[in-house]
């Protein structure tokens, strides 16, 4: 081989692996950096509305308590009857289709019952007020339906405390309902509170005390299987020989990251005793939660908290001293938490106290009803960052615009009470007076029936 | 002297080959020369020359014939033939046929032997090796089929001794004056048998046909008369159609009149059976005209009772033919006598001596150190492995055309995989999941084995080959989906080096593309985002052969494609209706996420580096197990990578050996599939509960990764000496290799994998039994998702299955009718407040499945509740209870059969049609005798001299 034909040959293999790592550096560089338009794939959903079915809404008729037997104190007599109304275009009077559930032979809750294609326009509330030496102050109830679960983060177990937990199954099936007890020792189902047969049409009511045992911050999960019921927690409060106030509880709005507790009301500023109290869980992971509490009105927090949580342990939070006033706490965390706070009218006499459970978010339209029995206000939270607007008909009929991070009260008078909002807000109908005082939160007419997502 | 008076006739055909005015002038020639003079000469020129034409006025001709161009040379030479008178004795001759000087003296001597002597034939050797025989007598067998007795042969005088013959070629032919016009080339031969034909013909009226050994005619095969010499491919089609016609036609004169329609009925299960033959002997071209050829023997009546005519009044002397005839112990010697010389350049294999043996029965024992519980499973589950069909019939209906096994009523095409999935099943026909065991118990050993064969291409050195081993063994995206589990992938893994092993040679030889036309398919069928690459890579190579003129083997590379793309054919038209074109690229099976590499530059690195995964080859948590500290392993992990550089390298630096056409073309493929992969990781084209499902980019790097191997091992190769560095390098890079793959030999130990002991069904037993003792019906079964909405699939049979997974559900878009119709159902289900009557029974559907979700809280758990106690609650349902894998409702009414009775006709023209297209590449790719021997005259290596790339 001639010198010449080496030579081209070297050259041609110096050319060769110089291009060969070129082209390759060349398509690994755009391999990273390239922005490759590349197809993506994106599930299918269907919107789908279920068919026409029968709503019902279950509204408390007896406030029961326990011990007002003489002979049995562990008997769960009726200590007085609410005054049951409703409102909502869907059920008049040609219509109306009420049962009545007893219990132990009292009338222990309305069944209101509506056949609709379309989101059930239906709310109903109650209220009592008791003034006997056991049990006196103010309570009131939203007709409410049935649910597979129910979260109570507000059990007092204070001495002088009594609780009932009140099960009614307006369905058509028996349900079986346990029910789970957080407490220091984590979640706990005791012996006696799994298995629990409601019967169809039935209701059923349990002394708290035999749930729990000493634990002062207790968390109630209550859940139902075979057909949903509706739960709530009725309580009095004795404290030495003066009764200081009644409650029902009703579930709270389902664990989620963030919780907004409107309409906290604060009669008087009480210094020594506690007055606000928060019960915070969260349920499957350990958290960092922060809790901040707002006055209506106003941006700024006027207190400010991080708690760290265990999972599945009840944590209790006493807030300092608030001026009068409406407060909304506003607890976020990253996983699901629940939450209540405890507020008490707390003047010398005749006082009142209430549990306020956390509120769901309203995306577009509400209906509820305002009982009678203690002035009302209405307290609209908007946790999101645009004003809202919200137009209020029915028997109080007011626009109001709500800032982005504020909240707004607005007094209410009783009877139906309808909400259009512009954007995501939160809100509850608070009932205050100086020995009164309860909040209901109002809930959306997604709790009751809506679309379903489905998709492969 | 009678034999003086002989008249030439000699047909010349300009147009026929370059050389054929040299070979007319020469023939000219050497009858000018003739010791024994010509009477006379005949020249008929069958189409217009005009250097032909004056040669031929200029030879002393008696008569020149011109005549169309498409005249054939009996139709020429029975025209010349006519003009003649009876006196002459007739020499056929052709522009190509130069006989020797003393050839017709020899010739015409031979008449004188007896009146009964018609027929002299001269002996034909060919003109550029004058000392290999071109003809020398030609027989039949006892049915009818051709054979030259001596035809290929080196004449050392071996059969001068012969005299009488049954035929012989028709070139150089000499006739006795007188005889009859019959006796003459028969036009209906097309060319071929001609001479065997007049021989029988002579025989038949009792005449003999005599062999003259010492006359030589130099014959240079213009195909002027008889056949050409098969130079180019239209000559060899040319051969296969008019041998198959004469042998047919002949078939049908000579047979006795009230057979014909027998043997015309016979032609069609004959035509079959050849064309399988035809494709078994690696000679595809031969289909086609010996189908045409059939037809047309069998069509052409009036000609065949011409040449019958011919033959009417001499039917009688059979027994002078049957004397003649080969008997079948000759004619395997005369056949089976390959006389081609064979120079085998190829080594031995050395896959024992050189270690490739010893490389499997390690990879198998660390098979069994890295899956040590595998055989105490009985079904293995996890990730995107799904049980398999219990029996074949439904595992083989699952890759057929029709009823999907999901969904209402989708009429869908299988995905490919189906069949691939049917065929493992197969295997193990008691119970087909255990296949999937036996594939990973076995996966390690068998790419151990691809590898090593797929580095015979690269290196001849043994140790060189078990590097190669090595790397596609411990391939980090084998690792992953082995132990996340994907099983396509893991089948793609296995099958790509046998593909590389007979794809790079597949233009060489038709059993080499029939194998990779087969491999490829089940490639495509397992990953067919890396097989629309490879088909691409395919076509360019086509391409290069055709600009190349290399048409056999364009031919070759083109057939490499055909079996895939026929399997895919139904589904990609489907796709195609669907605008989803590109969703063919989805990858089959279980729609399966998994653990992926993020998407970001660092995620895409890594890819590049074989992590699909985003584990960093496993090596963070391995030194979390191992005891290091945290920090220490964060800062370690990004130089985890470090251990593929030494191949890296080697790979880039392979472009300065001598063999760089070769490793040019490896980098750049290795650029191209990693480009690919990254692509892939960001596409999402199926969707499985709501969420969208990325391609699986595993193989595609894989492929790069062979490529990067590849080119690292013709590096190594070409590093001639020093040796020791040589050795040096690759022990250095089998180390890295080796270590790179601890974490994940050791994952399964550690108890870090997707692999999980069954189950045999993922519906509950209670559905599986139910389902099995042969109750139709199908589970809706419902997954509440976190976002509130609910994912529904219907699943049919007693598990969800791979075969029964379907690529044209999981990619489907928008929302059809049937979405709609399951979404109502759905809606109704899970509604508490709803009464309306239950409809599952009227939809097929027998159960319903609430899967559990994860977390006690949260939107999924509350719509979960809800569902189930609206379920309870239904009037219609019975409720079975929780179940393991869920809350379980079954429907009380009998549910309504399925039934598709339209699609059946769709699925059985779809099946054939796959069918025979596999059928075609397996005879095409069935080793035979003569395959193997060509093989062989070929190196193993690609671009090692004496290949042709």
Redo the contacts between chains.
């Keep these: 081989m001639s010198k010449a034909k080496t030579w081209v040959?070297h050259s041609?293999?110096?050319a060769?692996?110089?291009?060969?790592?070129a082209?390759?550096g060349?398509?690994?560089i755009?391999?990273?950096?390239?922005p490759?338009p590349?197809?993506?794939?994106?599930?299918?959903?269907?919107?789908?509305?279920?068919?026409?079915?029968?709503?019902?809404i279950v509204c408390t008729d007896s406030f029961l308590a326990l011990g007002r037997d003489a002979t049995d104190a562990g008997k769960i007599t009726s200590a007085g009857t609410f005054a049951v109304q409703h409102s909502g275009t869907g059920l008049d009077a040609a219509q109306e289709a009420t049962s009545t559930f007893s219990f132990d032979e009292t009338k222990a809750a309305t069944v209101l019952s509506l056949t609709s294609t379309a989101a059930p326009d239906l709310a109903g509330a109650a209220s009592i007020r008791l003034s006997a030496p056991d049990a006196s102050g103010f309570a009131a109830t939203s007709c409410s339906p049935?649910q597979?679960?129910s979260w109570f983060a507000g059990v007092t177990t204070d001495v002088g405390a009594t609780g009932v937990l009140v099960l009614t199954n307006p369905?058509?099936?028996d349900?079986t309902v346990s029910v789970t007890v957080y407490s220091a020792m984590g979640p706990v189902v005791p012996p006696g509170a799994s298995g629990i047969v409601v019967q169809a049409g039935q209701t059923t009511a349990i002394a708290v005390s035999s749930l729990i045992g000493t634990d002062l911050s207790p968390v109630l999960r209550v859940?139902?299987?075979?057909?949903?019921v509706v739960a709530s927690l009725q309580s009095t409060m004795v404290k030495g020989l003066n009764p200081v106030g009644i409650d029902v509880l009703q579930s709270s709005a389902?664990?989620?990251p963030t919780q907004v507790i409107p309409g906290v009301h604060v009669t008087t500023k009480l210094s020594g005793a506690p007055s606000t109290v928060l019960r915070i869980l969260a349920?499957?992971k350990n958290e960092t939660a922060t809790v901040a509490v707002y006055r209506a009105g106003e941006t700024k927090a006027v207190q400010q908290a991080t708690v760290e949580l265990t999972a599945g342990i009840p944590e209790a939070l006493q807030l300092e001293a608030l001026e009068p006033g409406d407060y909304s706490i506003i607890v976020s965390g990253s996983s699901?938490v629940v939450a209540s706070a405890w507020q008490t009218t707390a003047t010398a006499k005749n006082t009142d106290y209430a549990w306020f459970a956390a509120a769901p978010t309203l995306t577009e339209s509400a209906l509820a009803t305002v009982a009678k029995g203690a002035p009302a206000s209405l307290h609209i939270v908007n946790d999101g960052s645009a004003p809202a607007t919200v137009q209020l008909s029915g028997d109080t009929r007011k626009s109001v615009t709500v800032a982005a991070g504020t909240s707004a009260v607005v007094p209410v008078g009783p009877g139906e009470l309808r909400l259009e909002t512009s954007d995501p807000v939160s809100a509850s109908v608070t009932y205050a007076a100086a020995n009164a005082l309860d909040g209901l939160p109002v809930f959306g007419p997604e709790s009751?029936?809506s679309?379903?997502?489905?998709?492969? | 002297m009678p034999a003086a008076n002989v008249h030439a006739i000699v047909v010349a055909r300009p147009d026929a080959r370059d050389l054929g005015y040299a070979h007319f002038r020469e023939t000219l020639d050497a009858l000018r020369a003739q010791t024994l003079p010509i009477a006379g000469l005949t020249v008929v020129l069958c189409g217009s020359d005009k250097r032909f034409a004056t040669l031929a006025n200029e030879s002393g001709a008696t008569t020149v014939l011109q005549m169309d161009p498409h005249t054939s040379y009996a139709v020429a030479v029975r025209q010349a033939a006519k003009r003649l008178d009876d006196e002459s004795a007739v020499w056929l001759l052709a522009q190509d046929t130069t006989p020797a000087e003393d050839a017709l003296k020899q010739l015409a001597s031979q008449l004188d032997l007896g009146p009964s002597v018609m027929v002299v034939a001269p002996k034909l050797v060919r003109k550029n090796e004058q000392d290999v025989l071109a003809s020398l007598g030609v027989s039949m067998t006892p049915g009818g089929r051709a054979v030259e007795l001596g035809a290929g042969q080196f004449d050392q005088g071996q059969h001068d001794a012969r005299t009488d013959v049954l035929g012989a070629d028709v070139r150089g032919l000499l006739f006795r004056r007188g005889m009859h016009l019959d006796l003459l080339p028969d036009p209906a031969l097309a060319g071929a048998d001609e001479g065997l034909d007049i021989g029988v013909r002579a025989h038949l009226d009792a005449h003999r046909v005599v062999i003259a050994p010492k006359a030589r005619v130099l014959v240079s095969g213009d195909g002027v008369a008889g056949m050409p010499e098969p130079k180019r491919g239209s000559d060899r089609r040319r051969i296969a159609y008019a041998s198959r016609l004469a042998q047919l036609h002949r078939r049908l004169t000579y047979a006795p009149v009230l057979l014909v329609p027998l043997h015309i009925l016979s032609f069609l299960p004959i035509l079959l059976w050849r064309a399988v033959t035809a494709l078994a002997d690696k000679q595809p071209h031969r289909v086609l005209p010996e189908a045409g050829a059939t037809i047309v023997a069998a069509t052409r009546w009036p000609t065949l009772a011409r040449s019958r005519s011919g033959l009417n009044r001499s039917r009688g002397g059979w027994v002078n033919v049957d004397s003649l005839r080969v008997t079948k112990a000759q004619r395997r010697t005369l056949l089976g006598n390959d006389t081609d010389d064979i120079t085998n350049v190829r080594r031995d294999l050395h896959f024992f001596s050189g270690g490739g043996a010893w490389a499997v029965l390690a990879s198998l024992a660390a098979s069994v150190v890295m899956f040590p519980l595998l055989l105490g499973w009985p079904v293995l589950g996890g990730g995107g492995l799904l049980p398999m069909r219990g029996d074949l019939g439904q595992l083989w209906a699952d890759a057929a055309f029709g009823l999907r096994g999901y969904g209402l009523g989708y009429v869908a095409p299988a995905d490919p995989f189906a069949g691939v999935i049917a065929v493992l099943g197969s295997l193990s026909p008691v119970a087909p999941s255990l296949a999937i065991q036996m594939l990973w118990l076995l996966a390690l050993p068998l790419a151990t084995l691809g590898g090593w064969f797929a580095a015979t291409r690269f290196t001849e050195r043994s140790g060189l080959r078990l590097l190669g081993a090595l790397a596609w063994t411990v391939a980090p995206t084998f690792m992953a989906a082995l132990l996340d589990p994907r099983p396509a992938a893991v089948l793609a893994h296995l099958v790509l080096p046998w593909l590389v092993y007979v794809g790079v040679v597949a233009h060489r030889s038709w059993g080499y593309a029939g194998t990779a036309s087969i491999l490829l398919a089940v490639l495509t069928a397992c990953a067919p985002s890396l097989g629309a690459i490879i088909i691409a890579f395919a076509l360019v190579g086509l391409l290069v052969a055709m600009l190349s003129r290399r048409f056999t083997g364009a031919g070759r590379l083109l057939w490499t494609v055909i079996p895939t793309l026929a399997v895919f054919a139904p589904l990609a038209w489907r796709q195609f209706r669907e605008s989803n074109l590109v969703a063919v690229l989805a990858d089959p099976g279980a729609a399966y996420q998994g653990a992926r590499a993020s998407t970001d530059m660092q995620g895409s690195i890594g890819l590049l580096m074989g992590d699909a995964t985003g584990s960093s080859w496993g090596w963070p948590n391995f030194l979390s197990w191992l005891g290091v500290g945290g920090d220490i392993v964060t800062a370690l992990t990004p130089f985890i990578f470090v251990l593929a550089a030494p191949i890296l390298l080697l790979a880039l630096a392979s472009g300065f050996t001598k063999r760089f056409f070769v490793t040019l073309s490896l980098l750049v493929g290795a650029g191209v599939f990693g480009v690919a992969a990254v692509a892939a990781a960001r596409t999402s084209l199926a969707v499985f509960n709501g969420e969208p499902v990325s391609v699986w980019p595993g193989s595609l790097w894989a492929a790069g990764w062979l490529a990067l191997v590849g080119a690292a091992l013709v590096t190594l190769d070409e590093l001639a000496r020093p040796a020791a560095v040589r050795r040096g390098l690759a022990a250095v890079a089998a180390l890295a290799l080796g270590l790179s793959a601890v974490p994940s030999v050791t994952a399964v130990m550690r108890g870090e994998h997707g692999l999980t002991n069954g189950p045999t069904s993922t519906l509950p037993a209670y559905v599986a039994a139910t389902l099995q003792d042969g109750e139709g019906g199908a589970t809706l079964v419902l997954t509440m998702l976190e976002d509130g909405s609910i994912a529904q699939r219907i699943v049919w049979g007693a598990s969800d299955t791979l075969g029964a997974q379907s690529t044209v559900l999981a990619t489907r878009q928008g929302i059809d009718t049937e979405d709609t119709q399951i979404a109502n159902v759905v809606a109704d289900l899970v509604t508490p407040e709803s009464s309306a009557p239950i409809t599952l029974d009227s939809l097929g559907i027998r159960f319903v499945l609430v899967e559990p979700v994860v977390g006690s809280a949260g939107v999924a758990a509350t719509t979960r509740e809800q569902a189930v106690s609206a379920l309870t609650q239904r009037a219609g349902l019975q409720t079975v209870g929780e179940t393991g894998k869920g809350a379980l409702w079954q429907v009380e009414a009998k549910p309504v059969p399925r039934t598709d009775a339209a699609s059946a006709s769709k699925a059985t023209i779809i099946a054939i049609g796959t069918a025979l297209v596999l059928l075609i590449a397996f005879l095409v790719a069935l080793p035979t005798r003569g395959s193997v021997r060509a093989a062989r005259t070929r190196p193993r290596g690609v671009g090692l001299k004496g290949g042709d790339e």
Excluded at chain 1, 16 to 21: H, M
Excluded at chain 1, 30 to 34: E, Q
């Design positions: 040959r041609a293999r110096l060769a692996g110089l291009a060969g790592i082209v390759f060349a398509l690994g755009a391999a990273i950096t390239a490759i590349t197809p993506q794939a994106t599930a299918s959903a269907v919107e789908a509305k279920p068919p026409a079915g029968t709503t019902r049935p597979n679960e369905g058509q099936v349900a859940k139902s299987s075979g057909t949903p389902a664990a989620s349920v499957d699901a009751v029936a679309t379903v997502t489905v998709t492969h």
